[in-house]
Nanobody
Framework: QVQLVESGGGLVQPGGSLRLSCAAS????????MNWYRQAPGKQRELVAA???????NYVDSVKGRYTISRDNAENTVTLQMNSLKSEDTAVYYC???????????WGQGTQVTVSS
């Protein structure tokens, strides 16, 4: 069974940090580009951070310098370290795997991140 399971979300105060993890099963993430998306209430889902199979990373401007995406192919996991969190970072965060050749896409179920005092 192909599955991405996110964990690590929760409630944090502004300025705080959270670490999201995405555990994959049924696929070998080393073959995939791995991404983190987020969707805030009333807004479209947006790509927040991406890491290619080669390890190249990209971030949306609003999180540059605050978020770090990393991958552990041996453990089949992807991590999103989020620092200096702001209220506007509040959203459901989704892990996503995209195969560069087949076009296969796998989504996780999402994890809620709430930044509030």
């Amino acid at each position: 069974q192909v599955q991405l399971v996110e964990s690590g979300g929760g409630l944090v105060q502004p300025g705080g940090s959270l670490r999201l993890s995405c555990a994959a099963s049924g696929i070998m993430i080393r073959l995939y580009a791995m991404n983190w998306y987020r969707q805030a209430p009333g807004k479209q889902r947006e790509l927040v951070a991406a890491i290619t199979s080669a390890g190249t990373t990209n971030y949306v401007d609003s999180v540059k310098g605050r978020y770090t995406i990393s991958r552990d192919n041996a453990e089949n996991t992807v991590t999103l370290q989020m620092n200096s969190l702001k209220s506007e970072d509040t959203a459901v965060y989704y892990c996503n795997a995209e195969h560069p050749w087949s076009g296969r896409v796998v989504w996780g179920q999402g994890t809620q991140v709430t930044v509030s005092s």
